[in-house]
Every structure is written in structure tokens, then in C-alpha cells.
């Protein structure tokens, strides 16, 4: 069962673009949604992440939007660069994030120059 | 000044061979992760510690054992290595259990 679906599973943007990653999720008791980064070789890196007492958390570029009743998180980058070119993971867990994460199955993303 | 080290980087073994993954963290941090990320990228939890004490295990077959000698170290061993064990295994940290989570660099293992 798969308790967190990411889509698209791959993503083009052009330099300067909005890219746009969506994810759902089918447990009502999560609280804690964060997004990761990863670049080829190297360990997932956090990016921002949300809690559902608000519908929407903006850092730089990155913002997180939150949608409680339609148990739906979105990961929108502004401005996207060639360097943001990398794997977006959500996740999701309960207990404020102190139980264990559960990952969406990862975006490739690709920003052409 | 690596936050969450893991050694080695790649390790090439032979089915059956037993071999072990090593993280250390330098960031004081109390809670401790193993990960395994497949070859289509998917991240799945294995373990977690917190101040040396086992607090997550997954449905794990038993052929993997963690260890944390300290709270600045957890180590994997794996043993009778399968060519399903084929994958990158991620440490990471947290300065508490719930804690944003820092991710080292991996280990890829191959199995042959």
C-alpha cells in the first residue's frame, strides 16, 4: 500500500519557469510533510518543509502548499534554474515527524537552459 | 567537515559474503537512521536509534543488523548477502526523534 503517491514521475521546465510536484496522501493522523532534494551520487538534502496548521510555507523560490481536506501537498519552485535539476522526494509522517518517514517514489526534474 | 559520513562508498561483494556499513555523525545529534533506497529510487526506512536505543525497525529480514556503539555511530551489518540487498543504504541523523534529518552520502552495495 502505497501511503504517499508523487507525481509526475519525471518533469521538464525551461530556465525561468514554475515547476509544480504534487503529492497525496491516504493517512488522515500525518502531521509532518517535508520535501527532499537529491542530486545524482549524493544523500537526499531537506528542502522545506509543512505542518497542517498551515496551508502554505514559502522559503526563496520553494514554497509548499498544503490542502488538509484534500489530503494534498504540492511542492511549486519559481524561477526554476538548471541547478535545481535533481530527484524531489515528499514524505510524510505522524507524530510531528517523530515517527518514521514515508516517501513518495521521487520527481525527476530537469530544467533546460 | 562532513556532518554524516559513511564508509565505504561503493562495496562490490558475492552472494552469501557477510560485510558491514559504517556512519558516524559529528552534529551531536541523538537519533540515528539506516535507509534503502532501490535501484528506482525508492526511500524506505529500516531503522532508526535514539541515544543508542532501538526505536524504529521495519519489517527488515534478520540477515541485517544494526548496531550503535555510541549515539555518534550506527552501524549495519548484513549477513548471507542476496542479490536483492542491492541498493544504496543511506544513514542520517536528527537532533531528536522528529527532527529535520540529515542524509550522508550513501553506500552503494552490488551484489554479484
Known amino acids: 500500500q502505497q501511503q504517499v503517491k508523487q507525481s509526475p514521475q519525471s518533469l521538464i521546465v525551461q530556465k525561468g519557469g514554475i515547476s509544480i510536484i504534487n503529492c497525496a496522501y491516504e493517512?488522515?493522523?500525518?502531521?509532518?510533510f517535508p520535501w527532499y532534494q537529491q542530486f545524482p551520487g549524493k544523500g537526499p538534502a531537506l528542502l522545506i518543509a509543512?505542518?497542517?496548521?498551515?496551508s502554505e510555507k514559502k522559503e526563496g523560490r520553494f514554497t509548499i502548499s498544503f490542502n488538509k481536506s484534500a489530503k494534498q501537498f504540492s511542492l511549486h519552485i519559481m524561477d526554476s534554474q538548471p541547478g535545481d535539476s535533481a530527484t524531489y522526494f515528499c514524505?510524510?509522517?505522524?507524530?510531528?515527524?517523530?515517527?518514521?518517514?514515508?516517501f513518495g517514489k521521487g520527481t525527476k526534474l530537469t530544467v533546460n537552459p | 567537515d562532513t556532518a554524516v559520513s559513511q564508509t565505504p562508498k561503493y562495496l562490490v561483494t558475492q552472494m552469501g559474503n557477510d560485510k558491514s556499513i559504517k556512519c558516524e555523525q559529528n552534529?551531536?545529534?541523538?537519533?540515528m537512521y539506516w535507509y534503502k533506497q532501490d535501484s528506482k529510487k525508492f526511500l524506505k526506512i529500516m531503522f532508526s536509534?535514539?541515544?543508542?536505543?532501538?526505536?524504529i525497525n521495519e519489517t527488515v529480514p534478520n540477515r541485517f543488523s544494526p548496531k550503535s556503539p555510541d549515539k555518534a555511530h550506527l552501524n549495519l551489518h548484513i549477513n548471507s548477502l542476496e542479490l536483492g540487498d542491492s541498493a544504496v543504504y543511506f544513514c542520517?541523523?536528527?537532533?531528536?526523534?522528529?527532527?529535520?534529518?540529515?542524509f550522508g552520502p550513501g553506500t552503494r552495495l552490488t551484489v554479484l
Open positions: 542520517a541523523s536528527s537532533q531528536y526523534t522528529g527532527g529535520p534529518q540529515f
Open positions: 493517512n488522515t493522523a500525518f502531521d509532518y
Open positions: 509543512i505542518r497542517p496548521d498551515v
Open positions: 514524505a510524510a509522517s505522524r507524530g510531528g515527524g517523530s515517527e518514521k518517514l514515508v
Open positions: 552534529l551531536g545529534h541523538d537519533t
Open positions: 536509534y535514539n541515544n543508542k536505543e532501538l526505536i
